[in-house]
């Protein structure tokens, strides 16, 4: 390796300054018409050969630094890059730390300097604000409750990252993501398979890949734990290797997206009416958008026994409330599919099925309809199903495809 090794902490006496500048003193230039590139030219460019070519989204986590090492530890030819995403003061975030944060692209750069390969910052953010903020605030507006991990997945890592790969004559896409790819030697089709410790499987948040993103990515984390991981990036003195793992949302890290909203839009999402189930008015809520089906806390009512959200009218501003029976369902319908072991849905399928990240897949069986819709009929009824979430259908830990619940 060329270069110094960081220290394990990476206090700031260890960390390299005379080949890179700091990630906040970066300079841009524009590619292509089609977004700003900030580079970090740590090493010499990885010279073009057979080799297989692997760009690395690095967040800055230790999930990807780990990813990053095992792909150089293979051989490949390794380029890192870091999405930027938002800038956090444009948000109304900067006290906080999030990933694409300053600090997570100063880890990535490190760890990148550290295994010797070239890095870049490329910079998203306006494609960012048009095709996840806008989506999220609109699917609220709209009465459901968005999952923007999806999205980004869907419009910038497998999208945006694998035609930058391509740019630079790499052939695969690299993430730290917790799921397995492989290859069906009957039909040809790429598999999207959970990861071999379901504890942390993310094969919910990825149904959305493509079988061209399928064909040209890699998740070598698929088939090892968390602690496996850590220890890696311990034994290779990586700053990052006890970094605490992201869980909210990038973009609303303190969790008030409402605040995040108006701040945003300029909107303010007036008060309204609670009713029972029955029409009954009951009290007073906050602005519809604050509300998601089966919330029980926050509420601010008292009747006399528990009551959970249950339904929202957002044009007149109301909604309604009743009690937990009232959120079991066994029918949802879904649209914008995306189908991954098969082409498509030609007949009925018994499938296991999972309409939120943190549940457990159900037995049910999935239809098709007309428009590319898909009606899913559980075996047993299901609390809580929401508008704007995912449903996405296993054969056993095979993803069959997934969609968006209407």
């Known amino acids: 390796m060329s270069g110094p090794q960081l220290s394990r902490q990476c206090p700031d006496k260890a960390r390299p300054r005379a080949r890179h500048a700091s990630p906040l003193q970066l300079k841009s230039k524009n590619v292509q018409h089609e977004r700003t590139v900030l580079h970090i030219f740590l090493t010499k460019e990885a010279p073009m050969s057979n080799t297989p070519g692997a760009l690395i989204a690095m967040s800055g986590g230790v999930d990807s630094t780990v990813a990053a090492y095992l792909m150089k530890q293979a051989g490949c030819r390794c380029m890192g890059a870091t999405m930027r995403l938002y800038q956090n003061e ?162 609303v890290p303190d969790g008030d997206y409402v605040g995040f909203m108006e701040r945003y839009t300029g909107k303010y999402y007036p008060d309204g009416d609670f009713l029972d189930v029955n029409g009954n008015v009951v009290g007073r809520h906050h602005g519809a958008v604050r509300y998601t089906c089966g919330q029980r806390k926050g509420l601010g009512l008292a009747l006399g026994a528990p009551v959970y959200v249950c339904g929202k009218d957002m044009e007149k501003n109301t909604v309604t409330v009743g009690p937990e029976s009232e959120l079991f369902k066994t029918t949802l319908i879904a649209g914008d599919f995306n189908w991954i072991s098969v082409p498509e849905l030609t007949a009925p399928m018994r499938v296991k099925a999972k309409a939120r990240y943190r549940q457990v897949e159900q037995p049910a069986t999935a239809y098709p309809l007309e428009n590319g819709l898909v009606k899913v009929v559980f075996d047993e009824p299901q609390r809580a199903i929401t508008r704007g979430q995912a449903v996405v259908l296993y054969d056993g830990d095979v993803v069959v495809g997934g969609g968006t619940i209407l």
């Open 90 to 251: 444009d948000l109304g975030q900067s006290g906080f730390h999030t990933c694409c944060s300053a600090k997570d692209v100063e880890d990535a750069a490190e760890v990148a300097f550290q295994l010797d390969i070239p890095f870049e910052v490329v910079n998203y953010t306006e494609e960012f604000r048009e095709k996840v903020i806008a989506k999220f605030i609109e699917t609220y507006e709209a009465g459901g409750t968005p999952n923007p991990c999806i999205d980004c997945n869907r419009t910038m890592k497998f999208d945006k990252m694998l035609d930058f790969a391509r740019e630079h004559g790499l052939d695969y896409v690299v993430t730290g993501h917790y799921a397995r790819i492989e290859q069906d030697p009957a039909t040809g089709r790429w598999l999207l398979k959970k990861a071999l410790y379901t504890d942390k499987d993310q094969s919910y948040v990825l149904y959305v890949l493509t079988q061209d993103q399928l064909a040209h990515t890699k998740f070598p984390l698929g088939g090892m734990d968390k602690p496996s991981i850590r220890k890696i990036a311990e034994e290779q003195g990586f700053c990052n290797a006890r970094k605490h793992d992201s869980q909210d949302i990038c973009f």
